[in-house]
């Protein structure tokens, strides 16, 4: 057996573990987990709240655009009414006019 | 110095409102109304609803030119199914708010139990506000448009067509 073989066997000789090597890999592990199981669970909040947030928004756009429409139609309604009155007034002063002339005419 | 400023303030604020007439008058005659509209639209409101009137569509067109330079529109319009449920006297209270210098008659006729006036409102000689009141027998129309400037405005929303 030369110095290389000596060598290679001291290199590939089995070696124990420490005595608390299973408990401490067995520990971080579980760390990992925790830490994991945590951010998961802030990321699922932050989505949830971002998607309430956006969800209400939604909701207030559209409640925003129901008003919007609806004060739309009452404008109208009301300014149908106005130029209807404002031809009838005009269409009253024609005729007043009109019996003017013709009492002009008679005179 | 604090009471001087609360006067200015309350000054500012009437000469304001000064063109903008108390309906609440009316709302004794719309009890008995079959039909009835009423609007009340500050500046802001105003704002909005011509902001979704579309320029392409010939009455939303014609309106939302209208509206344009209005800072308020308040309207009463009662329909009655029966003749005589309403009196041009219940008109008195509105009537009497429209005073002289600040208001004056543009067209008053009165006639069968038909009473059309048109009022128009002046700051410093020039026009800033309208009241309409047109009442037959059976339907009665006060209108209160603050910020109209010409009558040839409202003329034109006769062009719309009819209730739809």
Do not use: C
């Amino acid at each position: 057996m030369n110095q290389f073989e000596r060598d290679l066997r001291e290199s590939l000789r089995r070696r124990e573990p420490p005595a608390d090597f299973a408990a401490k890999v067995l520990a971080r592990t579980r760390d990992t987990e925790v830490r994991s199981v945590f951010s998961w669970r802030w990321l699922a909040v932050a989505a949830l709240v971002a998607l309430m947030v956006s969800g209400t928004l939604f909701i207030q756009k559209q409640q925003q655009q129901v008003e919007n429409e609806r004060s739309k139609e009452q404008l109208m309604v009301a300014l149908r009414i106005t130029g209807s009155k404002m031809k009838d007034v005009q269409d009253r002063l024609n005729a007043i006019q009109q019996r003017m002339v013709r009492l002009q005419g008679i005179q | 110095m604090r009471k001087f400023g609360f006067v200015i303030l309350m000054l500012v604020a009437r000469i304001a409102s000064a063109q903008k007439i108390d309906l609440k008058a009316l709302d004794k005659i719309g009890i008995n109304a079959s039909s009835k509209t009423e609007m009340n639209m500050d500046g802001a409101a105003l704002k909005s609803a011509a902001n979704t009137l579309s320029e392409k569509n010939g009455d939303e067109a014609i309106a939302k030119k209208t509206v344009e330079n209005l800072t308020g529109f308040y309207m009463r319009a009662y329909e009655f199914d029966k003749k005589g449920s309403f009196n041009i006297e219940d008109l008195k209270p509105i009537l009497d708010q429209l005073k002289e210098p600040d208001w004056k008659p543009i067209i008053r006729v009165q006639e069968k139990g038909e009473l059309t006036e048109i009022w128009i409102h002046s700051t410093k000689g020039e026009p800033d506000g309208m009241v309409l009141i047109a009442a037959e027998e059976d339907e009665v129309v006060v209108m209160n448009g603050v910020g109209v400037t010409n009558l040839s405005d409202l003329t034109a929303l006769g062009k719309m067509n009819a209730l739809k």
